[in-house]
């Protein structure tokens, strides 16, 4: 196991809540890129492996925008 999943869910909680109650087209990490389902994985991704304990590494990010359209970032 890498990471609890407890803590794991409270990362992610810390993440996501610094995008809501705002447009994301507002949020500065946006501000020169368009706010696709794409970026919002990275924005995610980028905050979210650093915090990933040193023996676990994060893969991916998956976002499901709708049913059935999800996208998933990996960093190479």
Not at 11 to 38: C, K, M, Q, Y
Not at 47 to 75: D, F, S
């Amino acid at each position: 196991m890498g990471i609890d999943f407890h803590e794991l869910k409270a990362l992610l909680g810390e993440i996501v809540a610094a995008l809501a109650d705002r447009p994301l087209e507002e949020h500065r990490a946006f501000a020169s890129v368009n706010p696709t389902a794409e970026m919002v994985a990275k924005f995610v991704f980028d905050r979210l492996a650093p915090k990933i304990p040193p023996h676990g590494k994060l893969a991916w990010v998956e976002i499901t925008e709708a049913p059935g359209c999800i996208v998933r970032y990996a960093q190479d």
